[in-house]
Antibody, heavy 121, light 108 residues
Framework: EVQLLESGGGMVQPGGSLRLSCAIS????????MSWVRQAPGKGLEWVASISASGVSTYYADSVNGRFVISRANSGDTLHLQLNSLRREDTAVYYC??????????????WGQGTLVTVSS | SYVLTQPPSVSVAPGQTAKIACGGD??????VHWYQQRPGQAPVLVIYYDTDRPSGIPERFSGSNSGNSATLTISRAEAGDEADYYCQVWDNSRNQQVFGGGTKLTVL
């Protein structure tokens, strides 16, 4: 059974940093691309970033480009998202998602339960 | 940037057919994926590549895509289908995933 478990969320002040992690099980991590998608309270889904299976290629939404960094440790079956220069509008539940293939251009077929990031002073 | 437009809400009577539209410029040339999100839960993929169903998704869920609109069709609607539904594509020109704004389906 595919499982994704996010961790690292919490409350942080504007301008601060946070590192999210996603531990996976039930599939061969190194064969699949991965994504982070967020959802602000009461709002819709917003794609944040994706990374190819090898980790060589990364892609970002305009709203986070230059502030967030997606990375993966294939040896440890873990996906990360480094959040820097946080703003109040970054407050959201952050979901880790497995992409159906090794490339990022296809659907996210499994999702974690999410971790809440709150940016507030 | 590429924009996907969905109606905010759709209502359907139990046992009837619900259609949720997703509009985008020449969306028929892209692969569209659909997600169901029940209140308080993570999204679930219900349709990928316009028409394909993941294992475990009922045949009542189907999709189509042509021209400037893609459609998610839910036949014989049930109370358990009440959820928010999101369409999604990959924008090749900017290398970004794009989600529609979401549609709240009410079964009443």
């Amino acid at each position: 059974e595919v499982q994704l478990l996010e961790s690292g969320g919490g409350m942080v002040q504007p301008g601060g940093s946070l590192r999210l992690s996603c531990a996976i099980s039930g599939f061969t991590f190194s064969k699949y691309a991965m994504s982070w998608v967020r959802q602000a309270p009461g709002k819709g889904l917003e794609w944040v970033a994706s990374i190819s299976a090898s980790g060589v290629s990364t892609y970002y939404a305009d709203s986070v480009n230059g502030r967030f960094v997606i990375s993966r440790a294939n040896s440890g079956d873990t996906l990360h998202l480094q959040l820097n220069s946080l703003r109040r509008e970054d407050t959201a539940v952050y979901y880790c998602a497995k992409v159906r293939l090794g490339i990022v251009e296809v659907a996210n077929d499994h999702w974690g339960q999410g971790t809440l990031v709150t940016v507030s002073s | 940037s590429y924009v996907l437009t969905q109606p905010p809400s759709v209502s359907v009577a139990p046992g009837q057919t619900a259609k949720i539209a997703c509009g985008g410029d020449n969306i028929g040339t892209k692969s569209v994926h659909w997600y169901q999100q029940r209140p308080g839960q993570a999204p679930v993929l219900v349709i990928y590549y316009d028409t394909d169903r993941p294992s475990g998704i009922p045949e009542r869920f189907s999709g189509s895509n042509s021209g400037n609109s893609a459609t998610l069709t839910i036949s014989r609607a049930e109370a358990g289908d009440e959820a928010d539904y999101y369409c999604q594509v990959w924008d090749n020109s900017r290398n970004q995933q794009v989600f529609g704004g979401g549609t709240k389906l009410t079964v009443l």
